[in-house]
């Protein structure tokens, strides 16, 4: 089976662009999930959607960051602009969201901004 | 969610047991214990999850204390392959919201 499939796995790109990261989860499974990883503040929860509706969007750091869950296959990240801070690893999970079912990760886009 | 507390480094000898502890006091009755690892460059990996009683699956066991209050996962013989930073996470039902800490790297000698 298909795990979730990020993509770019890797993006290098200069301080104010746009930056789009891409997820496709699990078929079949109803939560997806944003996270980012850095050295300094380790993995945490950017945003989650349930039935690609977004429930929680808390740790979204500031206005400048947008996810969105257009159909149950595809989810979007979005920093615009971008800025050299933002760079770290960037994971994509999902779940089913019956019970307690644990979350499957993606491989990462490692983002770099100059 | 109950906060967790783990060693930050061990080591374990290849072909041997590695068990690695967690601490979580603070755990009320509906809340789970999960494991997850990330081997260096990869997504975390789900490993195990249990509620009161202990657990065992292909990769590891769960053992959980009576009072709930911690826990150890048991990887029966480890392999180079086990090297990552494992993550034990508590969370009520229903949340699905997963708070990584800073985990127990965990090194595998040859």
């Known amino acids: 089976d298909a795990g979730v499939i990020q993509s770019p796995r890797h993006e290098v790109t200069e301080m104010g662009q746009e930056v789009t990261l891409r997820c496709k989860p699990i078929?079949?499974?109803?939560?997806l999930f944003w996270y980012r990883q850095t050295m300094m503040r380790g993995l945490e929860l950017l945003i989650y959607?349930?039935?690609?509706?977004?429930?929680?969007d808390s740790g979204m750091p500031e206005d400048r960051f947008s996810a969105k869950m257009p159909n149950a296959s595809f989810s979007t990240l979005k920093i615009q602009p971008s800025e050299p801070r933002d760079s770290a690893v960037y994971f994509c999970?999902?779940?089913?969201?019956?019970?307690?079912?644990?979350?499957?990760f993606g491989d990462g886009t490692r983002l770099s901004i100059l | 969610d109950a906060k967790t507390t783990q060693p930050p480094s061990m080591d374990c000898a290849e072909g041997r047991a590695a068990n690695l502890p967690c601490n979580h006091s603070?755990?009320?009755?509906?809340?789970?214990v999960y494991w997850y690892r990330q081997i260096h460059s990869q997504g975390p990996q789900y490993i195990i999850h249990?509620?009161?009683n202990n657990e065992t699956n292909e990769m590891a066991s769960l053992i959980i204390t009576e009072d709930r209050k911690s826990s150890t996962l048991i990887l029966p013989h480890a392999t180079l392959r086990d090297t990552a930073v494992y993550y034990c996470?508590?969370?009520?039902?229903?949340?699905?919201?997963?708070?990584f800490g800073t985990g127990t790297r965990l090194t595998i000698i040859p």
């Open positions: 999970a999902s779940s089913p969201q019956e019970g307690h079912q644990p979350q499957h």
């Open positions: 078929s079949g499974h109803n939560s």
């Open positions: 959607f349930n039935n690609n509706v977004p429930i929680d």
């Open positions: 603070t755990i009320s009755g509906n809340e789970y």
């Open positions: 249990g509620l009161k």
């Open positions: 996470i508590v969370t009520g039902f229903g949340n699905e919201k997963l708070t």
